[in-house]
């Protein structure tokens, strides 16, 4: 009887600890808990789920980043998005960007406000100041690392 209950007691902890990474969180239910963005797709999935209206638009290529960006229109601005190999490479790129949005040395005439995020592989240039889109943009991808905050 003891390995009976045992057992029942051993397998309720697994189930409950595998459902975690599906979990919501009560006070927004629009926030997945325990899930990181990790790809353009995962991003754009996420900002809608937040209730946000996302298009998708052109593909760009800076001079300042290697890879090209995708580019989605969100709130009152557009954002580039840029997806890397790996996490080392957005980090090396990152690194080259000033925080006051300079990069290599000179100064973008931004179209609105820039607001540079990174997380895992993606850089995240925001041009824009919709609150709201602000908002989510800082749940899943942290606070930003250059540009207006």
């Known amino acids: 009887m003891k390995r009976v209950l045992f057992l029942s007691a051993a397998l309720s902890l697994l189930s409950s ?26 991003l754009v999935a996420q900002l809608r789920e937040g209730g946000l209206r996302v298009e998708t638009l052109d593909e760009i290529q800076q001079p300042f980043f290697t890879p090209p960006a995708r580019v989605i229109s969100i709130g009152d601005g557009e954002a580039q998005v ?19 949005g300079s990069i290599g040395g000179s100064m973008p005439m931004w179209i609105a406000p820039p607001h540079f995020f990174r997380k895992g592989r993606l850089i995240v240039l925001y041009l824009g100041s919709d609150v709201r889109s602000l908002g989510r943009m800082r749940e899943l991808l942290g606070v930003e690392f250059a540009g207006q905050q």
């Open 82 to 100: 840029y997806e890397y190999v790996d996490d080392k490479s957005a980090a090396t790129e990152a690194a080259r960007v000033a925080p006051n």
């Open 17 to 42: 600890v595998a459902c975690t990474s599906n979990r919501t969180d009560r006070s927004n239910p629009s926030v997945r808990t325990n899930e990181t963005v990790l790809s353009y797709g995962s």
